[in-house]
């Protein structure tokens, strides 16, 4: 009886195992959905389809993304949320259809330059990380909407930042931030900003009197705030204090 057991067992396992590899090899598939599977490295079948243009992997033990994520050159969202994951590949940057990439609650302490090559991001999501900075290239991200750094280690923001002329939210709770450039007051279709505890800031710069469609602005109690946001406050800009 005990060996009959130990043979269905093992049938499960074998047909479960079946399964998750006949979905990664489903050409017709765009969207590839392996998260909570255990899974410590990135299964070689992900790579067989080309045309996959999601990709969830959140959930997982992966400390690493390969080099040859690069081959899934149609991918426009990619979701690397709750695993082990030190560092991503110099190759990111040749995903040029990338819309999205999400790596919450991971162990990321930079970025590669080459992010500044995914000329369609629109969305970064890298809350509950490690960063100590974000390179220069992100400056280069024309599209870029949403950026979320939420619990890292920032001390400081490249001034390059504000050449994202698109972006409308940026979120910066719990860093290690003692100033914000000027040059963010270039960011004249910015809608939300949070900053409450995001370090030692001491006041926001005269330069974000441009900024002329903020609508939420979440800062410490302490900030000094240029005289011109409270005058905005009572049309449009609403202020938090924490």
Same mark, same amino acid.
């Given at each position: 009886?005990?060996?009959? +057991? ?10 479960? @195992?079946?399964?998750? %590899?006949?979905?990664? $090899? ?15 490295? $990135? ?12 990709? =969830? ?10 080099? %040859?994520? @690069? ?7 990619? +979701? ?18 990338? =819309?999205?990439? @999400? ?11 080459? $992010? ?21 290239? $992100? ?36 860093? +290690? ?10 960011? %004249? ?19 974000? #009197? ?17 005289? #011109? ?14």
């Amino acid at each position: 009886m005990f060996r009959v +057991y130990c043979l269905l067992f093992f049938l499960l396992l074998l047909c479960g @195992s079946c399964g998750v %590899r006949e979905a990664l $090899i489903d050409r017709q598939a765009t969207t590839v959905n392996l998260s909570r599977q255990g899974l410590k490295e $990135i299964p070689e079948e992900v790579f067989f389809n080309t045309d996959v243009k999601v990709l =969830k992997l959140y959930g997982n033990q992966l400390d690493s993304i390969p080099e %040859r994520i @690069s081959e899934l050159v149609h991918l426009e969202k990619l +979701y690397l949320g709750r695993n082990n994951i030190k560092s991503l590949p110099n190759s990111l940057g040749k995903l040029k259809n990338l =819309k999205l990439i @999400s790596a919450q609650y991971n162990e990321l302490t930079n970025l590669p330059s080459s $992010i500044g090559e995914l000329e369609n991001l629109e969305q970064i999501i890298l809350n509950q990380n490690l960063l100590d900075s974000i390179p220069k290239s $992100i400056g280069n991200l024309k599209k870029l909407v949403v950026l979320q750094l939420k619990f890292n280690h920032l001390k400081e923001l490249p001034t390059e930042l504000g050449a994202c002329t698109n972006l409308q939210f940026i979120h910066l709770t719990q860093n +290690y931030l003692e100033a914000l450039p000027e040059e963010l007051g270039a960011l %004249r279709k910015l809608r939300e900003l949070y900053v409450a505890n995001a370090g030692m800031l001491l006041r926001l710069p005269d330069s974000f #009197c441009g900024m002329r469609y903020l609508e939420v602005l979440e800062i410490d109690a302490t900030t000094v705030v240029p005289t #011109c946001l409270f005058v905005q406050q009572t049309t449009r800009l609403q202020i938090n204090m924490r």
